[in-house]
């Protein structure tokens, strides 16, 4: 069966072209990482286009733009390829790196196809610059063919695994030995494929990028539904999913620090809420420094924080919490041009052997919360005896601001 490669390379630039806008008017709906990955994206699918077109018209036009055009089109589109899908996995998108590769492999593309034409030549060329691009890729995607992987990155594996494979068999017909037969539309093997592939791969690295991408939105919702906006901290549905995980581990040492910064109404009242969440945002710097790895902090709600520390028996976190309060009251602040002194009550608690009810916890570290701010603030409290002679922990009023 006859294979006009010129047409297969013109339906592949059909389908990059038809692709491409449909991306580019997708990135209306999206911001940051996700709208410029996008938008690299369509761009290389118009790269594509034209660079296919080019190779398809091979015989026709001057080989000044089948070739050497055609090819560092190629190149520009393998680079943005590679930058596309490293923003989008979140490792260094190494840009300087990716425009040296391609100006590399383009300029000895082109000194072989114009001053020294040797048609083997440029095929290694191009093999070596595809596979280091092809390698800055399967490198942060090597976690993917791990069990429990991302189903999205295997599938772009897969796209660039066969890519790969693509590149090989026409390299291999150029091995020792082997009589080459000059040109892209020439039906070798190698060659059959490699343009059957190529025909193919927009569409097929399109929706690997798409499942990629989508995955990656779904990471970030629910980052986001578990966090405070303004902290960066924990919300309180991410401290609750956190405590009963801990307590699911089974009945290890486990502390809680309840947190409240003394008089906050005060400093919205006087210097309005952009005041308060500058102090907010001062204090979580402050205590998340301090805290170990492993430590938890997250923000109950309003001026209220909640510490988990998991390990730390009584001493250990009376001994963190009174150096937390130190430090926060060490802190220098200035709010409209006025010092601002900060202070925290922290109230204290640890799960009780065989306790099984992370509630109950955490309303005891807000009874000694209440007792601290009772006793005069800025200090750290432990909950009152009764609360443990007795098994109770019903809640108490809300500590006073």
């Given amino acids: 069966m006859h ?28 911001g940051g ?28 036009i001057s080989d000044w733009i089948s070739v050497v055009l055609a090819n560092g089109v190629l190149m520009a589109s393998y680079a943005g390829t590679a930058l596309a899908l490293r923003l989008l996995l979140g490792v260094p998108p190494r840009r300087s790196l990716l425009a040296a590769i391609g100006l590399a492999g383009w300029l000895g593309i082109a000194w072989f196809a114009v001053v020294a034409p040797d048609y083997a030549m440029r095929v290694y060329i191009a093999t070596l610059s ?80 798409l499942l990629m991408y989508n995955e990656a939105a779904q990471a970030e919702l629910r980052r986001l539904a578990r966090t405070d906006p303004l902290t960066g901290t924990l919300n309180r549905l991410a401290l609750d999913e956190e405590l009963a995980r801990l307590f699911r581990a089974g009945p290890a040492a486990l502390a809680v620090l309840m947190l409240d910064v003394d008089h906050f109404k005060r400093i919205n009242d006087r210097h309005g809420h952009a005041g ?32 988990l520390l998991p390990g730390a028996d009584l001493a250990a976190a009376l001994a963190l919490a009174e150096a937390l309060r130190g430090a926060v009251a060490g802190l220098h602040m200035a709010l409209d041009g006025e010092p601002q002194a900060i202070t ?58």
């Fill in 276 to 307: 308060g969440d500058r102090v907010l945002t001062a204090l979580v710097a402050c205590v998340g420094a301090r805290l170990r790895a492993g430590d938890v902090l997250g923000r109950v709600g309003g001026e209220e924080f909640l510490v």
């Fill in 33 to 60: 990482v996700a709208r410029a990955s996008l938008r690299i994206w369509g761009s290389v699918l118009l790269l594509q286009a034209l660079g296919w077109v080019l190779l398809g018209l091979r015989g026709r």
């Fill in 130 to 209: 595809l596979g280091v691009y092809l390698a800055m890729l399967l490198w942060p995607l090597r976690h993917a063919a791990r069990r429990g992987g991302s189903i999205a990155q295997r599938v772009m594996l897969l796209v660039l695994l066969a890519a790969a494979a693509g590149w090989l068999l026409r390299l291999r017909e150029l091995a020792p030995g082997a009589v080459p037969r000059p040109g892209l539309l020439v039906a070798t093997p190698g060659n059959v494929a490699q343009m059957i592939y190529g025909a193919l791969e927009p569409v097929l690295a399109s929706i690997g990028f």
């Fill in 344 to 401: 925290l009550s922290l109230g204290v608690a640890v799960r009780q052997p065989h306790e099984d009810d992370p509630a109950a916890l955490v309303r005891r570290a807000d009874r000694a919360l209440y007792a601290a701010k009772r006793e005069g603030r800025n200090r750290v409290a432990v909950p009152p005896p009764e609360a443990l002679a007795d098994g109770r922990d019903g809640t108490e009023p809300s500590p006073p601001p």
């Fill in 3 to 30: 294979i006009d490669l010129a047409t297969v390379a013109l339906l592949g630039a059909l389908q990059a072209l038809l692709l491409a806008p449909l991306l580019l008017a997708a990135t209306r709906a999206y």
